[in-house]
């Protein structure tokens, strides 16, 4: 309930700087341009096309919180296809790469704007088109970076606030967490390691990064060099180029020694010590801070830029 309560706090007002025209192709066909890429959506179904406004709001959004993360919409076009189901929630998405990038998701037909501002699955489905396509060993990687990108994207607009934002990741890290008999990311997929072990990579690479160069360059800027090589969902490539091209545009190495150790290693993480380190905590299900951490400098920033 407080989740929900802070949640809808900060999605009060509008929600994107720059607010595209909306251009009506058919009944059932809307498309807009985010400098230069092309955003088309179809909605086939009646109930849904009766609540277009607030889905094409909801796109619109979504696609601005990726555009901001990576200073770019990720590719030069993709075609959101949406379905309908029972309910009144986003039940699921699905990105398809290649030379045609491609969204589906499926929306309850009582669908509310309440619900759509709780949504994750836009936002993650949108960081997929940022990643090029690898093998299914490292999927965790693809999963891993989504989880952990829409996070601190939404929170870096200001869609999600500080606290909802650690209290998940406090609450969640964990199933990440190599269990008994697990090996590393690339032999071990299981939902836990594919989504959350992706995702303490992920942050531990952002906090490395930070800590390597001062707080100047972060994750967002190893991605934006990955985007800057070509690889988007256009491609397809291995993980290994991936962080090669990021640790390149960051200029320290973090990405692929990183990998090294967890891709066949379990290398369990204390994730409370971490936690401890960067000043945040959970007391009595609230998120409490320490400035006086040794990295929370680190900490601070992470949700800001
Ligand atoms: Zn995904």
């Known amino acids: 309930m407080i989740r929900m309560i802070i949640l809808l706090l900060v999605f009060s007002g509008s929600l994107y700087a720059a607010n595209p025209e909306i251009e009506i192709l058919s009944d059932t066909a809307f498309a807009f341009d985010m400098d230069g890429s092309r955003i088309s959506v179809e909605i086939r179904d009646p109930v849904l096309l009766g609540k277009k406004d607030m889905l094409l709001d909801w796109v619109l959004y979504s696609a601005q919180t990726v555009y901001?993360?990576?200073?770019?919409?990720?590719?030069?076009?993709?075609?959101?296809?949406?379905?309908?189901?029972?309910?009144?929630?986003?039940?699921?998405?699905?990105?398809?790469?290649?030379?045609?990038?491609?969204?589906?998701?499926?929306?309850?037909?009582?669908?509310?704007?309440?619900?759509?501002?709780?949504?994750?699955?836009?936002?993650?489905?949108?960081?997929?088109?940022?990643?090029?396509?690898?093998?299914?060993?490292?999927?965790?990687?693809?999963?891993?970076?989504?989880?952990?990108?829409?996070?601190?994207?939404?929170?870096?607009?200001?869609?999600?606030?500080?606290?909802?934002?650690?209290?998940?990741?406090?609450?969640?890290?964990?199933?990440?967490?190599?269990?008994?008999?697990?090996?590393?990311?690339?032999?071990?997929?299981?939902?836990?390691?594919?989504?959350?072990?992706?995702?303490?990579?992920?942050?531990?690479?952002?906090?490395?990064?930070?800590?390597?160069?001062?707080?100047?360059?972060?994750?967002?800027?190893?991605?934006?060099?990955?985007?800057?090589?070509?690889?988007?969902?256009?491609?397809?490539?291995?993980?290994?180029?991936?962080?090669e091209a990021g640790d390149h545009a960051t200029g320290v190495d973090v990405l692929m020694p990183l990998y090294l150790k967890m891709k066949s290693d379990p290398f369990p993480i204390d994730l409370d010590a971490l936690w401890k380190s960067l000043g945040v905590t959970l007391q009595n299900e609230r998120v409490v801070y320490n400035d006086n951490a040794p990295m929370a400098h680190v900490r601070k920033s992470l949700l800001k830029s």
């Open 68 to 243: 901001d993360y990576y200073g770019r919409f990720p590719v030069n076009s993709v075609a959101i296809k949406m379905q309908v189901t029972d309910g009144p929630a986003v039940h699921f998405g699905q990105a398809f790469g290649g030379d045609s990038p491609r969204l589906r998701v499926v929306v309850g037909e009582d669908i509310s704007p309440k619900m759509l501002r709780k949504d994750w699955i836009m936002v993650h489905e949108m960081v997929h088109l940022a990643m090029a396509d690898v093998p299914y060993a490292h999927r965790w990687w693809l999963e891993g970076l989504a989880t952990y990108v829409e996070s601190i994207a939404r929170a870096q607009r200001g869609h999600l606030t500080e606290e909802f934002v650690w209290n998940g990741f406090i609450m969640r890290m964990p199933q990440g967490l190599p269990k008994k008999g697990d090996r590393g990311l690339d032999l071990t997929p299981t939902w836990g390691r594919t989504y959350w072990g992706g995702a303490i990579f992920c942050m531990l690479a952002d906090i490395e990064i930070r800590k390597l160069t001062d707080n100047k360059l972060s994750l967002r800027d190893a991605l934006r060099g990955v985007l800057d090589a070509g690889l988007s969902m256009h491609a397809s490539t291995t993980a290994m180029e991936v962080f």
